[in-house]
T-cell receptor, first 111, second 112 residues
Framework: KQEVTQIPAALSVPEGENLVLNCSFT??????LQWFRQDPGKGLTSLLL?????REQTSGRLNASLDKSSGRSTLYIAASQPGDSATYLC??????????FGPGTRLSVLP | EAQVTQNPRYLITVTGKKLTVTCSQN?????MSWYRQDPGLGLRQIYY???????DKGDVPEGYKVSRKEKRNFPLILESPSPNQTSLYFC???????????FGQGTRLTVV
């Protein structure tokens, strides 16, 4: 059964820093991986979707990479801003199970 | 505007009183799912549907029912709610299993 972990569980950084969030999964038989952002009391917003055949995706200051063979993905946030403060979730699209989510990384960017 | 709409957003109910949480999407997506989110446990899938009249269990289906009579709607039914079903519930839709998922705003359910 697929298991997804995220490190760190929480992260606090000063504004302007570049940072990396990590996601690991146990079963490499995935068809995609998606990164989401969740703000308190709100739903999930999709940030980036990487298909299993792709190595990375970029959107603005965000870059997500995928190494399927090693079961890892990273989300890189450049020049962080206070507005980036949120919980970041990764979810793997798994044959037979649909999406399996990680527990999330809670990010605080301090002004 | 493309969206997934859940109702109600907040609900407090008593043990055993049947309730339905509605979910509607306006994107003509085939796939829809229900998740619950609990502290320390993350998001777990309850049920999903691949198309009209096609549904399957997720990881935590006990105590829940779903139906998919129309493509746009995927209600979550709790026939006899219990306090351990107190949670934050999310509905999601996506065009196919290989594409981006769109989530509703969530329904915070409290069962007393």
């Amino acid at each position: 059964k697929q298991e997804v972990t995220q490190i760190p569980a929480a992260l606090s950084v000063p504004e302007g820093e570049n940072l990396v969030l990590n996601c690991s999964f146990t079963d490499s038989a995935i068809y995609n991986l998606q990164w989401f952002r969740q703000d308190p009391g709100k739903g999930l917003t999709s940030l980036l979707l990487i298909q299993s055949s792709q190595r990375e995706q970029t959107s603005g200051r965000l870059n997500a990479s995928l190494d399927k063979s090693s079961g890892r993905s990273t989300l890189y946030i450049a020049a962080s801003q206070p507005g980036d403060s949120a919980t970041y979730l990764c979810a793997v699209g798994n044959y037979g199970q649909n999406f399996v989510f990680g527990p999330g990384t809670r990010l605080s960017v301090l002004p | 505007e493309a969206q997934v709409t859940q109702n109600p957003r907040y609900l407090i109910t008593v043990t055993g009183k049947k309730l339905t949480v509605t979910c509607s999407q306006n994107m003509n997506h085939e796939y829809m799912s229900w998740y619950r989110q609990d502290p320390g446990l993350g998001l777990r899938q309850i049920y999903y549907s691949m198309n009209v009249e096609v549904t399957d269990k997720g990881d935590v289906p006990e105590g829940y029912k779903v139906s998919r009579k129309e493509k746009r709607n995927f209600p979550l039914i709790l026939e006899s709610p219990s306090p351990n079903q107190t949670s934050l519930y999310f509905c999601a839709s996506y065009p196919t299993r290989y594409t981006e998922a769109f989530f509703g705003q969530g329904t915070r359910l409290t069962v007393v």
